[in-house]
């Protein structure tokens, strides 16, 4: 069982940059590095929509068009951590944000919240 959780969520101006962590933990022979990691956001009554992919072992990156060169992921296998900062924020992307881990199964953390406003 793999257990995630977010942070670095908040209020901020639009303009204004975040960072969100995702920490990872698991049981006996848990390796982050075989998980690839991807950050997903939900508005209220909306489904999740994917954010951003970081894949193993070639570390690439994917981004939804409407964050790409805005938001950036990146991860720490030593740290057992998945990042997504965010940059130059806009309203609409006030959202709870969620990491999950896959590897033949895969597993959300609980969300952190993002609200962008003035």
């Known amino acids: 069982q793999v257990q995630l959780v977010e942070s670095g969520g908040g209020l901020v101006q639009p303009g204004g940059s975040l960072r969100l962590s995702c920490e990872a933990s698991?049981?006996?022979?848990?390796?982050?590095?075989?998980?690839?990691m991807s950050w997903y956001r939900q508005y209220p009554g909306k489904e999740r929509e994917l954010v951003a992919t970081i894949s193993v072992p070639s570390n690439f990156t994917n981004y939804a068009h409407d964050v790409s060169g805005r938001f950036t992921i990146s991860r720490d296998n030593a740290k057992n951590a998945a990042y997504l900062q965010m940059t130059d924020l806009k309203t609409e992307d006030t959202a709870m944000y969620y990491c999950?881990?896959?590897?033949?199964?895969?597993?959300w953390g609980q969300g952190t919240q993002v609200t962008v406003s003035s």
């Open positions: 698991g049981g006996s022979g848990f390796t982050f590095s075989r998980y690839s």
């Open positions: 999950k881990a896959i590897w033949r199964d895969s597993y």
